[in-house]
């Protein structure tokens, strides 16, 4: 009996556990049921919404924009001084910074072969000179005895007698033209090396600054501007100055002409800026770094300006007709340089544009959109041509902080 009463207890308890476990399965699956439908739902809206993307307006740009550009400077004459003469230097009178007049020694070079060469040439210009004289006194009496053999009396001197005087005078003028000739040989010699004398003081050849020293007091020098030779000096003139440009082609070279404003901006006196005007440029743009040479000329009497310094340089530029758009709605695809319009039915309209400036900040326009029209900033690629989306006008700080966005 109690084997029994055992039995059916553990019978009772085990359908128990079993209805419990299968309460517990039927509420999860309850459960995931729920929770899948709600994840599809989701999904299923999400899938439904149009995209989002911000835009802005394309807006006519202002009436005048600069452009910010390295420059460099340079002085208005740049030289390098070489030696004219071989020898060594004996004295030197100025140095690096030292401002110079036009025609000022600068260094003083003792030439010992020069020296005794002009010496020699003076003195072989004395022995032609004597020559000279001793065959004008040959020619002379050759021409005298000739004159007495002609004019004698018939019979008196044999015809040949008179020829062979003849022959004489004629040898004799020959040997005087020579001797001449001689001598303005030896002149010219004479005047070479007096013309050479006058390089041993090396002077400036223009008023401006000493900004390379090459030379002390005993060094060899020789003459000539070749590779094995050391130059004495270097120096420019300062006053005015050249400020060199490679402005990009994407600047536009019909903008920047001869005559156009441009801010010259320097490091040591960022505060007082120079004004100067565009006074040439090269016309051409080079076929490797795709920029073109604008040159600024520009007063320096203070010397604020000096050669080989970096500058900035802003231009002035007129932006007549041309659009202004931030440079994150440009897209970069291997047709050329893009943007998404949104029209009015809010569709992605993508057009070919012609980029005519850009700062890195804003991209001016000169063809593919119109002012009024709505760009897309930051495209995403998973949003194609034609495609509808949800347009939100973008906000001042990610107009100010665009950035161009990346090809697809």
Request: glycine share 6%.
């Amino acid at each position: 009996m109690q084997t029994s009463d055992v039995d059916r207890r553990m019978k009772r308890i085990a359908l128990g556990v079993a209805v419990v476990l299968l309460c517990a399965f039927a509420v999860t699956r309850a459960v995931r049921l729920v929770s899948e439908h709600r994840l599809a739902h989701r999904s299923a809206s999400r899938a439904a919404a149009l995209p989002r993307v911000e835009v802005v307006e394309v807006k006519p740009a202002s009436a005048a924009q600069s452009l910010t550009l390295p420059g460099e400077t340079h002085g208005w004459y740049e030289s390098t001084i070489f030696a004219r003469v071989d020898g060594y230097v004996a004295r030197w009178y100025v140095d690096i910074g030292d401002h110079v007049a036009a025609g000022q020694v600068l260094a003083d070079i003792e030439t010992p072969e020069l020296d005794a060469r002009l010496a020699a040439a003076r003195a072989q210009l004395k022995v032609a000179r004597a020559n000279v004289a001793v065959k004008e006194a040959e020619a002379d009496f050759a021409r005298t005895t000739y004159d007495r053999w002609r004019d004698a009396e018939p019979g008196v001197v044999s015809k040949q007698e008179t020829e062979e005087k003849k022959a004489g005078f004629g040898s004799a003028a020959a040997r005087l033209e020579a001797a001449r000739a001689q001598v303005a040989r030896d002149q010219a010699d004479v005047n070479h090396d007096e013309a050479l004398e006058r390089f041993k003081h090396v002077t400036a050849p223009y008023a401006g600054t000493i900004i390379e020293r090459g030379i002390d007091i005993g060094n060899l020098v020789s003459a000539g501007s070749s590779s094995g030779t050391t130059s004495l000096y270097r120096m420019a003139q300062d006053d005015p100055m050249r400020v060199w440009v490679d402005a990009p082609q994407a600047a536009q070279a019909d903008l920047m002409r001869p005559g156009s404003a441009a801010t010259i901006m320097t490091s040591r006196d960022p505060v007082h800026p120079i004004e100067g005007r565009i006074a040439r440029s090269s016309g051409a743009i080079h076929p490797r770094s795709r920029t073109f040479r604008v040159e600024i000329d520009v007063p320096n009497p203070k010397q604020v300006l000096v050669p080989g310094m970096y500058v900035q340089v802003a231009f002035h530029l007129a932006t007549s007709g041309l659009l202004e758009v931030p440079a994150a709605a440009l897209l970069f695809r291997a047709t050329g340089p893009q943007v998404a319009v949104v029209d009015g039915e809010g569709r992605v309209r993508l057009r070919d544009v012609g980029i005519a400036r850009d700062d890195g900040r804003t991209v001016l326009l000169d063809a593919g959109v119109a002012a009024g029209e709505k760009v897309a900033l930051n495209l995403s690629s998973e949003v194609s041509a034609g495609e509808k989306v949800s347009a939100h006008e973008g906000s001042e700080r990610l107009t100010a902080n665009a950035r161009p966005a990346p090809a697809p």
